[in-house]
């Protein structure tokens, strides 16, 4: 993970998206499916005017030819923001590890990592800067 001097610190769209899961989660707490979460935030996004795509299929890259193979992110905002949601009582390694490798196939740079299995929202910005292989010196 490392952070991108193209996208600033304080990023208004991740903060949109997060703010609409917030309210998701404020209104419905926790103990609910991914699912439930899903159909809520599509509807909280709406209503804030975020755009979205719900599960996209997005490609995966490898060796700078795509894969027949697409993953579902379960959101794509603006874009460009992969958001994945979970309903956990806590984050780990492993779902850390799903968004990187999401962001790293994709070629995308921004994701979201959110939890509504807690008490409180809990919630990871992830920023993959990633540059396009070299070709083999000659």
């Known amino acids: 993970m490392d952070a991108d001097k193209d996208i ?3 990023d208004p769209q991740t903060h949109a998206i997060i703010g ?5 989660h404020r209104i419905l707490g926790f ?7 899903q159909e809520a935030a599509a509807r909280e996004f709406a209503l804030r ?3 979205y795509l719900r599960e996209p ?3 995966i890259v490898y060796k700078g030819e795509r894969l027949d193979t697409v993953f579902r992110a379960d959101f794509l905002c603006f874009d460009d923001i992969i ?7 806590k984050l780990g390694d492993s ?10 196939a994709s070629k995308k740079r921004r994701g979201l990592l959110i939890n509504f299995g807690a008490r409180r929202l ?4 992830v920023v993959w800067k990633w540059d396009e292989p070299k070709p083999p010196s000659a």
Do not use: D
Not at 31 to 37: A, H, I
Not at 83 to 89: G, I, R, T
Not at 95 to 104: D, G, P, R
């Open 95 to 104: 779902e850390l590890a799903q968004i990187l490798n999401e962001l790293k």
């Open 20 to 24: 609409a899961c917030m309210e998701v």
């Open 122 to 125: 809990e919630f990871k910005r």
């Open 31 to 37: 103990g609910f499916s991914e699912t439930v979460y």
């Open 8 to 10: 600033p610190v304080s």
């Open 57 to 59: 299929g997005l490609e």
């Open 49 to 51: 005017g975020i755009p």
């Open 83 to 89: 958001v994945e949601f979970k309903a956990l009582a």
